[in-house]
């Protein structure tokens, strides 16, 4: 059979691997020039480093079964670096139980509160319970005023912007219950799986274009074209990973009934500095930023995760957000975004002196965080779509967890069972 799969992230990279190793032909049209999607990376030194911060959970066993199948295995580091808040001026440790109870922003009733919801999250196995309910409703109920103003709205305003309210309990239940202290890191960078898969598919006579940006998608006689750069190519079965809106644009024949149900939804796109400084910044791996008045949601210490000498010395410390595609920010300049960012890492760490930055990095993306409300589910459509033998696995399809290379592997495994299932 020929397969073609448009996108080379983790998800069709991981089904192209599939059919390649029983015997199908695989031809992946990538619109970067990189294999990785939002998971890769770009080189410093000999190794590589992820555009976007990434780390893996101690649930994420798919994706760790995966590495461990392509001979990965020995450099995948299980760490506890700190994860703290950023309140009233002052970091606060808060990834475990015990720097729950000792939170010093809240009073002891309060931190008690809090573990005690966190523990009925944890121990609650099914996201039904929360499904009609919206997250900074149900946390404010739950857990009282103070907690849901310091911890959550800050998380859901940063990572959601103007959606904040609208975004389903279900989501932020699967964050608690599938979140474990614990952090994987792959060393050498998560790149390594995605060429590693690109190379396997390679291996067994499967084709990677690179650079190839697809226009069409459409049914051709017994089979499926899709075309791109000019160029139309046949192939019986077709697996699109592309974000359900863009698969909607591509597709001419999808019928309006398909669309109104599924081409639906708001999405964010990611914005990703990356300073390379020539010494340590924070004492945490990861610095959520609850203070109001920051431009960015998030520091991430990386060289508190991974030695800084894997990168020459250099301490990669990423400055995120996640915004509308239409925001400023993504027309900013990178100079006026450092100079910017400086005086606010000068706030966080008053020693901070922009001359310790060795090199700048910046990266966006769009489709990069799906905006999962209480209608979310109702919207998700079904991978087998109306057009015949043209599939659909796409991160926008992962719930309630938040989307992660994890759950990208394990749909693909199941979209690529599937799919061969079909053929006999
Ligand atoms: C800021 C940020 C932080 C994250 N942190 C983590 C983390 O800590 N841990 C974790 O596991 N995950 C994390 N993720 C999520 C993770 O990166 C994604 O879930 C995963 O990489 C998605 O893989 P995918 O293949 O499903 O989608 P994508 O990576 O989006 O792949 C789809 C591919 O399709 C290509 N494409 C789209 N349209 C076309 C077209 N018309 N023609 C050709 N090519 C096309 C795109 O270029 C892309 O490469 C993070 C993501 C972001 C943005």
Request: proline share 6%; glycine share 8%.
């Amino acid at each position: 059979m020929r397969i073609g799969i448009l996108g080379a992230g983790a998800l069709g990279l991981t089904a192209g691997y599939r059919f390649a190793s029983v015997g199908h032909h695989v031809s992946i049209y990538e619109r970067l020039e990189v294999v990785g999607g939002l998971a890769a990376g770009f080189r410093i030194g000999d190794t590589w480093l992820e555009r976007f911060y990434h780390h893996l959970f101690r649930s994420d066993r798919d994706i760790v079964a995966l590495i461990d199948q392509l001979g990965l295995g020995t450099r995948l580091e299980w760490l506890k670096p700190i994860t703290a808040v950023l309140w009233e001026g002052r970091q606060h440790q808060l990834d475990d139980p015990l720097s729950v109870l000792r939170f010093p922003p809240l009073s002891l009733p309060e931190r008690l509160r809090l573990a005690f919801v966190l523990a009925v999250l944890k121990l609650t196995p099914s996201a039904a319970p929360f499904e009609s309910s919206t997250a900074s409703v149900w946390l404010r109920r739950a857990m009282g005023d103070r907690v849901t103003d310091i911890l959550w709205e800050p998380l859901l305003r940063a990572k959601f912007g103007e959606y904040h309210a609208s975004v389903s309990m279900a989501w932020f239940w699967a964050r608690i219950y599938c979140r474990t202290p614990r952090l994987g890191y792959l060393r050498g960078g998560f790149q390594l799986i995605y060429e590693e898969l690109a190379e396997r598919v390679r291996n067994n006579g499967g084709v990677i274009n690179l650079g190839r940006d697809v226009r069409t998608v459409r049914v051709e006689g017994d089979g499926v074209a899709i075309v791109s750069n000019g160029v139309s190519e046949h192939f019986d079965k077709v697996l699109i990973t592309a974000p359900t809106r863009a698969f909607a644009r591509l597709a001419p024949e999808l019928p309006p009934e398909w669309l109104r149900r599924y081409d639906w939804g708001d999405w964010l796109g990611a914005h990703c500095v990356i300073l390379g400084l020539d010494r340590p910044l924070a004492s945490s791996y990861w610095l959520n930023v609850n203070d109001p008045g920051y431009p960015f949601l998030a520091l991430v210490d990386h060289a508190n995760l991974v030695p800084a000498a894997d990168y020459g010395g250099l301490h990669p410390v990423y400055l995120g957000n996640y915004l509308p595609m239409s925001s400023s920010r993504f027309a900013q300049s990178d100079e006026s975004i450092i100079a910017e960012y400086s005086d606010a890492i000068r706030r966080i760490n008053p020693a901070f002196d922009p001359s310790w930055i060795r090199q700048t990095w910046v990266f966006k993306a769009p489709y990069a965080q799906p905006v999962v409300t209480s209608e979310y589910r109702r919207h998700i459509p079904p991978h087998r779509t109306p057009l015949r033998n043209v599939f659909l696995a796409n991160m926008f399809q992962v719930y309630p967890q938040d989307r992660g290379q994890n759950y990208s592997v394990r749909m693909a495994n199941r979209v690529a069972a599937m799919m061969l299932a079909e053929t006999g």
